[in-house]
């Protein structure tokens, strides 16, 4: 991942900077409750004057949290896809690369990267990974065209997965003519003569 683009390491800031209207953030600990593969939208804000002592990922770059009470917690992403650049924590890494920000996302969750990953993990109480250890872990770079088709198939299948709106009626219509095949075929007699 070093060769594949720069990480850079976000500032600390505290639950008493949030306020409703500021600068866009994202802590590590919302990563694995709020965000999904990508957002455009940060959920907190902290406050304006601590602008200059901030670090912050662009738009495009993917914020990974480099810190988490389990193994599997630790280097999930979520790529930044806002307008304006977002506020990271210091237990994170801000990750600017010239790849689809998504593709990295959606490699970060696979078995892949995660074999890797534990290599590198420091086991204490709370688990860290550092981005050293996030440089030397290998990623697939495979042509633009190809990130975009990908990330395109797993947005789709994302969708289906975890939008009841979207995956329930597909769902249901499969099943529905799944149900209408059977039915046909169940009760499809030939004549006797």
Do not use: C
Not at 27 to 54: A, D, F, K, P, W
Not at 80 to 97: K, M, N, R, Y
Not at 105 to 110: I, K, S
């Amino acid at each position: 991942m070093g060769e594949a683009g720069t990480f850079v390491r976000g500032r600390r800031f505290t639950k008493a900077d949030v306020v409703d209207y500021g600068i866009p953030s994202i802590h590590y600990g919302e990563i694995y409750t709020h965000y999904g593969v990508s957002s455009s939208n940060s959920i907190r804000r902290v406050r304006e004057e601590l602008r200059s002592q901030l670090r912050f990922a662009g738009p495009g770059d993917v914020v990974i949290a480099s810190v988490g009470e389990t193994v599997e917690d630790v280097g999930k992403a979520v790529a930044w896809l806002g307008e304006e650049p977002v506020a990271i924590h210091d237990d994170t890494f801000g990750f600017s690369t010239s790849m689809n920000p998504k593709f990295v996302a959606y490699w970060m969750q696979t078995d892949a990267f995660h074999s890797q990953k534990t290599r590198h993990v420091a086991s204490a109480k709370i688990k860290r990974l550092s981005s050293s250890a996030l440089a030397s872990i290998r990623i697939p770079v495979p042509p633009v065209a190809e990130q975009e088709r990908i990330v395109e198939v797993l947005d789709t299948f994302d969708a289906l997965v975890n939008d009841l709106s979207i995956g329930l009626p597909a769902e249901l219509a499969a099943r529905r003519k799944q149900y209408e095949y059977y039915r046909d075929k169940l009760l499809t007699f030939e004549e006797l003569v």
